[in-house]
C-alpha cells in the first residue's frame, strides 16, 4: 500500500468510527463548565477570556485585554500579577496552606508529602537563594532536574523572581543543554547530581557541567538527590541545601507586568536549531489555569490529579506547576519510569493515593496494552473518574483498551491538543458536556478558534481534510521565538499570511458532524512517544560523526511509540560497515541529543534518493522503513536508486 493509501485506510476506519460516550449524567450535573460556555464565548470571545482572567488574582487591572498587531499578541495589557502568588500563597491564604499540593513519589519508594503552606515556604526559601545568586527580574534560569519537587519549586521561584526559566528534559545531552544555555544567555543553572530512572542512579551534573564550561553561567545550584560522588567547581557551584535551607522562609514578592516573560521552552523545529519559545505570565496563566479548571474538571477539595509528563515538557509546564496549582489541587509527582520495579508501578501509585484524575500519553497507554490488562486488573482503579489523552494522536484501540481497562468503563476521556507554542490545551471535548468518539479531540475549546483549511487556505467542508490552523489570537499564545522574530513569522504565520492564521504543521480532519481528527506532523517534525524530533537535527548529529558522509532520517509508524526513527546513512568511503557501526551511530546521536532521539534502526545504503533539485526523499524512504512497496520514483535525479537501497537492504538482511 502506498502511503496516501495507507493513511486513507485508517482514516475511513477513523471516520466509521461511530461509537459515542456520552458523560455519564451524574458527572454531568456536577462538571465545572457547562455547555452554556461555547455560547457565552462565540457571544463575546475577549469577554470571555476576561472572565477567566478575573479567576486569577491580579495586583492591578488591565486596561486593554488584547492588542494584536499580527502576528505579535499582547493580552491583559496594562495588569500586574505574581504568578507565584497565584499558584502558592493565595490558596494558604485562603485557609487552604493544609492541603496538600504535591505527593511526591520517587522512584526507589521514598515519598514527600508537600502542603501549600510547605510549598509557601519552599518557593520563598529558593526565591531567596537565587535572589542572593544574582538572579533578578528579566534574567534567564536554567533548570535542569530529574522530577523531584525541586523542579516545580525552582520554576516557581523563578516565576516569584520574574525571571524566567528554562526548563531542559534531564534526558537531553551536555550539547542540547549548552545550545539552550547559550540561546537564552543564562545566568544560573539549577541542576541535581542525579536522579533515579529504572532502578539506578542516573547523574546529571557531569552532563550539567559538560554543558556549563565556557558558557555566561554565573551560579550553579545543586541539588542533592542520588547522593553520588560530583565534580564540583568551587566559587561557581553552590549546594541547594547549603544556600536555600539556610534562607527565610518568607519572600516579599513584587508584581510584574501580565506580559512579563514567564518561561522559554524549546521545542524542535523542521532546522536542526531548535526553538526558544517564549511565554508569558498574566495570558498563560489564565488559560492554563482555566482549562485545567475546565478539562479536567478539578473539583480542588476533592480530586487528586496526576499528570504522568515530565516537567522538562510543555505538559509538565502546563499541567504539572501552573494550571494545577493556581486551581489550589492535590497532585501526584512521580519520579521514575512506569515499570520500575515492576509493570504495576502506575496502577500502584493510583491506589495508594487515591488518584482521580489520570492524564498521560498514547504511547504510555500502548505499551501497557502490550503488558498485558490483567496488570491494571490487580490494583484498585475504582477512585478514578476522569482520563487524559495528550501527546500525539490516540487511536481508537488505546482510547477502548484506556476506557474499559483503566477507566472501568465509567471515566470520561478528553484527548487534549495543543502544542509548545499554544501553551495550554486548544482542542478537547469538554468532559461533562461532549459525547467523546475514540480517536477525536473533537471541538476548539471555548474561546479558541480554528479551522482545517486547504492549501489555499480555504476551510474544507465536513467530511474533508486539509491542515489545522489556529484563526483568532488566544490568551496562552507563544509570544515569539526567543530573540528571532523573523523565525516566529516565518515558522507559523508566512503560509497563511494572507488570512492571518497561525499554522500548526498538523493534519486533520473533520467528520461529518464537524467533529476533529488530528492526524499527525505535516512537515519534517517526528513525534517519537509524543515527544517532537525534528529529522534534520538528528540527521546533522549523525554527519557530525567521522564515519558518516551523508545521512536522512525519517518517522516511520511504530506499534508503541507512534513514531520511530529510522536512518539511513552512507558512510565515509574510509569507514567500513563493521558490526558495530549502527550501535555506535546510534550512542553517538544519544550523546549529541539525547537518548530520546536514539534511531531505532540505522540503515546502511550506498545512496539516498534525491529529487534532480537535490532535495531528499523522504516519502520513498519511508515506504522502505515501513515495508510498503514504494511510491512514484520518476521524479529521482536516479530512477535506479530506490532498487539499489532495496537490494543492498535485502543483502543486509
Ligand atoms: C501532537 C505537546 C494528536 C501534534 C502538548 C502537535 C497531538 C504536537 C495531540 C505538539 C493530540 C499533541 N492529538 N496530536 N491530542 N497532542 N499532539 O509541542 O502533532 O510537545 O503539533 O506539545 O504533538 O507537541 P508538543
Same mark, same amino acid.
Given at each position: 500500500?502506498t &502511503?496516501?493509501?495507507?493513511? &486513507?485506510?485508517?482514516?475511513?476506519?477513523?471516520?466509521?468510527?461511530?461509537?459515542?460516550?456520552?458523560?455519564p449524567a451524574?458527572?454531568?450535573e456536577?462538571?465545572?463548565v457547562?455547555?452554556?460556555?461555547y455560547?457565552?464565548?462565540?457571544?463575546?470571545?475577549?469577554?470571555f477570556?476576561?472572565?477567566?482572567?478575573?479567576?486569577?488574582?491580579?495586583?492591578?487591572?488591565w486596561?486593554t485585554?488584547?492588542?494584536?498587531?499580527?502576528?505579535?499578541?499582547?493580552?491583559?495589557? *496594562?495588569?500586574?500579577l505574581?504568578?507565584?502568588?497565584?499558584c502558592v500563597?493565595?490558596?494558604?491564604?485562603a485557609g487552604?496552606g493544609?492541603?496538600?499540593? +504535591?505527593?511526591w513519589?520517587?522512584?526507589?519508594?521514598?515519598?514527600?508529602t508537600?502542603t501549600?503552606?510547605?510549598?509557601?515556604?519552599?518557593?520563598?526559601?529558593?526565591?531567596?537563594?537565587?535572589?542572593?545568586?544574582?538572579v533578578?527580574?528579566?534574567?534567564?534560569?536554567?533548570?535542569?532536574l530529574?522530577?523531584?519537587?525541586?523542579?516545580?519549586? =525552582?520554576?516557581?521561584a523563578?516565576?516569584?523572581?520574574?525571571? =524566567?526559566h528554562?526548563?531542559?528534559?534531564g534526558?537531553?545531552s551536555?550539547?542540547s543543554?549548552r545550545?539552550?544555555?547559550?540561546?537564552?544567555?543564562?545566568?544560573?543553572?539549577?541542576?541535581?547530581?542525579?536522579?533515579?530512572?529504572?532502578?539506578?542512579?542516573?547523574?546529571?551534573?557531569?552532563?550539567?557541567?559538560? =554543558?556549563?564550561?565556557?558558557t555566561?553561567?554565573?551560579?550553579?545550584?545543586?541539588?542533592?538527590?542520588?547522593n553520588?560522588?560530583?565534580?564540583?567547581?568551587?566559587?561557581?557551584?553552590?549546594?541547594?541545601?547549603?544556600v536555600?535551607?539556610?534562607?527565610?522562609?518568607?519572600?516579599e514578592?513584587?508584581t510584574?507586568?501580565?506580559?512579563?516573560?514567564?518561561?522559554?521552552?524549546?521545542?524542535s523545529?523542521?532546522?536542526?536549531?531548535?526553538?526558544?519559545?517564549?511565554h508569558?505570565?498574566?495570558g498563560?496563566?489564565?488559560?492554563?489555569s482555566? /482549562?485545567?479548571?475546565?478539562?479536567?474538571?478539578?473539583?480542588?477539595?476533592?480530586d487528586?490529579?496526576?499528570?504522568?509528563?515530565d516537567?522538562?515538557?510543555?505538559?509538565?509546564?502546563?499541567?504539572?506547576?501552573?494550571?494545577?496549582?493556581?486551581?489550589?489541587?492535590t497532585?501526584?509527582?512521580?519520579? *521514575?519510569?512506569?515499570? /520500575?520495579?515492576?509493570q504495576g508501578?502506575?496502577?500502584? +501509585?493510583?491506589?495508594?493515593?487515591?488518584?482521580?484524575?489520570?492524564y498521560?500519553?498514547?504511547?504510555t497507554?500502548?505499551?501497557?496494552?502490550?503488558?498485558g490488562?490483567? $496488570?491494571?486488573?490487580?490494583?484498585d482503579?475504582?477512585?478514578?473518574?476522569?482520563l487524559?489523552s495528550?501527546?500525539?494522536?490516540?487511536?481508537?484501540?488505546?482510547?477502548?483498551w484506556?476506557r474499559h481497562?483503566?477507566?472501568?468503563d465509567?471515566?470520561?476521556?478528553?484527548?487534549?491538543?495543543?502544542? /509548545?507554542?499554544?501553551?495550554?490545551?486548544?482542542?478537547?471535548?469538554?468532559?461533562?458536556?461532549?459525547?467523546?468518539?475514540?480517536?477525536?479531540?473533537?471541538? =476548539?475549546?471555548p474561546?479558541?478558534?480554528?479551522?482545517?483549511?486547504?492549501?489555499?487556505?480555504?476551510?474544507v467542508?465536513?467530511?474533508g481534510?486539509g491542515? !489545522?490552523?489556529?484563526?483568532?489570537?488566544?490568551?496562552?499564545?507563544?509570544?515569539g521565538?526567543?530573540?528571532?522574530?523573523e523565525?516566529?513569522?516565518d515558522?507559523?504565520w508566512?503560509?497563511?499570511s494572507?488570512?492571518?492564521?497561525?499554522?500548526?504543521?498538523?493534519?486533520?480532519?473533520?467528520?461529518?458532524?464537524?467533529?476533529l481528527?488530528?492526524?499527525?506532523?505535516?512537515?519534517?517534525?517526528m513525534n517519537?512517544s509524543?515527544?517532537?524530533?525534528?529529522?534534520t537535527?538528528?540527521?546533522?548529529?549523525?554527519?557530525?560523526?567521522?564515519?558518516?558522509a551523508?545521512?536522512?532520517?525519517?518517522?516511520?509508524?511504530?506499534?508503541?511509540?507512534?513514531?520511530?526513527?529510522?536512518?539511513?546513512v $552512507?558512510?565515509?568511503?574510509?569507514?567500513?560497515?563493521? *558490526?558495530?557501526?549502527?550501535? &555506535?551511530?546510534?550512542?553517538?546521536?544519544?550523546r549529541?541529543?539525547?537518548?530520546?532521539?536514539?534511531?531505532?534502526?540505522i540503515?546502511v545504503?550506498?545512496? !539516498?534518493?534525491?529529487?534532480?533539485?537535490?532535495?531528499?526523499?523522504?516519502?520513498?524512504?519511508?515506504d522502505?522503513?515501513?515495508?510498503?512497496?514504494?511510491?512514484?520514483?520518476?521524479t529521482?535525479?536516479?530512477?535506479t536508486?530506490?532498487?539499489?537501497?532495496s537490494a543492498?537492504?535485502?543483502g543486509?538482511?
Amino acid at each position: 500500500m502506498t &502511503e496516501e493509501a495507507s493513511s &486513507e485506510a485508517t482514516l475511513s476506519n477513523l471516520l466509521r468510527e461511530e461509537r459515542t460516550f456520552p458523560p455519564p449524567a451524574a458527572f454531568a450535573e456536577a462538571a465545572n463548565v457547562p455547555a452554556s460556555a461555547y455560547e457565552e464565548a462565540r457571544d463575546d470571545r475577549i469577554g470571555f477570556w476576561e472572565n477567566q482572567a478575573r479567576r486569577l488574582s491580579w495586583a492591578e487591572p488591565w486596561h486593554t485585554a488584547l492588542e494584536w498587531t499580527p502576528p505579535f499578541a499582547k493580552w491583559f495589557v *496594562g495588569g500586574k500579577l505574581n504568578v507565584a502568588y497565584n499558584c502558592v500563597d493565595r490558596h494558604v491564604e485562603a485557609g487552604n496552606g493544609d492541603r496538600v499540593a +504535591i505527593h511526591w513519589e520517587g522512584e526507589p519508594g521514598d515519598t514527600r508529602t508537600i502542603t501549600y503552606a510547605d510549598l509557601q515556604k519552599l518557593v520563598s526559601q529558593a526565591a531567596n537563594a537565587l535572589h542572593e545568586l544574582g538572579v533578578r527580574p528579566g534574567d534567564r534560569v536554567m533548570i535542569y532536574l530529574p522530577m523531584i519537587p525541586e523542579a516545580a519549586v =525552582a520554576m516557581l521561584a523563578c516565576a516569584r523572581l520574574g525571571a =524566567a526559566h528554562s526548563v531542559v528534559f534531564g534526558g537531553f545531552s551536555a550539547d542540547s543543554l549548552r545550545n539552550r544555555i547559550d540561546d537564552a544567555q543564562a545566568k544560573v543553572v539549577i541542576t541535581a547530581d542525579g536522579g533515579y530512572r529504572r532502578g539506578k542512579p542516573s547523574a546529571l551534573k557531569p552532563a550539567a557541567d559538560e =554543558a556549563i564550561a565556557g558558557t555566561a553561567v554565573e551560579k550553579v545550584l545543586v541539588v542533592k538527590r542520588t547522593n553520588e560522588d560530583v565534580p564540583w567547581t568551587e566559587g561557581r557551584d553552590v549546594w541547594w541545601h547549603d544556600v536555600v535551607d539556610r534562607q527565610p522562609t518568607e519572600h516579599e514578592y513584587t508584581t510584574f507586568d501580565a506580559e512579563n516573560p514567564l518561561f522559554i521552552l524549546y521545542t524542535s523545529g523542521t532546522t536542526a536549531r531548535p526553538k526558544g519559545i517564549l511565554h508569558t505570565s498574566g495570558g498563560y496563566l489564565t488559560q492554563a489555569s482555566w /482549562t485545567h479548571h475546565a478539562v479536567f474538571d478539578l473539583k480542588p477539595e476533592t480530586d487528586v490529579y496526576w499528570c504522568a509528563a515530565d516537567i522538562g515538557w510543555v505538559t509538565g509546564h502546563s499541567y504539572i506547576v501552573y494550571g494545577p496549582l493556581s486551581n489550589g489541587v492535590t497532585q501526584v509527582m512521580y519520579e *521514575g519510569t512506569p515499570d /520500575t520495579p515492576h509493570q504495576g508501578r502506575f496502577w500502584e +501509585i493510583i491506589q495508594k493515593y487515591g488518584v482521580t484524575i489520570l492524564y498521560t500519553a498514547p504511547t504510555t497507554i500502548r505499551t501497557f496494552m502490550k503488558w498485558g490488562a490483567d $496488570i491494571p486488573a490487580k490494583f484498585d482503579l475504582s477512585s478514578l473518574r476522569l482520563l487524559g489523552s495528550v501527546g500525539e494522536p490516540i487511536n481508537p484501540e488505546a482510547w477502548m483498551w484506556y476506557r474499559h481497562h483503566i477507566g472501568g468503563d465509567r471515566c470520561p476521556i478528553v484527548d487534549t491538543w495543543w502544542q /509548545t507554542e499554544t501553551g495550554a490545551i486548544m482542542i478537547s471535548p469538554l468532559p461533562g458536556v461532549t459525547a467523546t468518539k475514540p480517536g477525536s479531540a473533537q471541538r =476548539a475549546l471555548p474561546g479558541i478558534s480554528v479551522d482545517v483549511v486547504d492549501e489555499s487556505g480555504k476551510p474544507v467542508p465536513d467530511g474533508g481534510g486539509g491542515y !489545522l490552523v489556529l484563526t483568532e489570537p488566544w490568551p496562552a499564545m507563544l509570544r515569539g521565538i526567543w530573540g528571532d522574530d523573523e523565525r516566529y513569522k516565518d515558522t507559523y504565520w508566512s503560509r497563511y499570511s494572507e488570512q492571518g492564521y497561525y499554522f500548526a504543521g498538523d493534519g486533520a480532519k473533520k467528520d461529518d458532524d464537524g467533529d476533529l481528527w488530528l492526524l499527525g506532523r505535516v512537515d519534517d517534525v517526528m513525534n517519537v512517544s509524543g515527544h517532537r524530533i525534528s529529522t534534520t537535527e538528528v540527521e546533522s548529529a549523525l554527519v557530525s560523526h567521522p564515519s558518516v558522509a551523508e545521512a536522512a532520517v525519517v518517522g516511520a509508524t511504530d506499534p508503541t511509540t507512534g513514531q520511530g526513527i529510522v536512518a539511513f546513512v $552512507i558512510l565515509r568511503g574510509e569507514a567500513t560497515e563493521g *558490526g558495530d557501526t549502527a550501535t &555506535e551511530l546510534r550512542q553517538h546521536v544519544a550523546r549529541e541529543i539525547g537518548p530520546i532521539a536514539k534511531p531505532r534502526q540505522i540503515l546502511v545504503v550506498p545512496e !539516498l534518493p534525491k529529487t534532480r533539485s537535490g532535495k531528499i526523499m523522504r516519502r520513498l524512504l519511508r515506504d522502505v522503513a515501513e515495508n510498503r512497496s514504494m511510491g512514484d520514483v520518476t521524479t529521482l535525479a536516479d530512477p535506479t536508486v530506490m532498487n539499489m537501497i532495496s537490494a543492498g537492504l535485502a543483502g543486509n538482511a
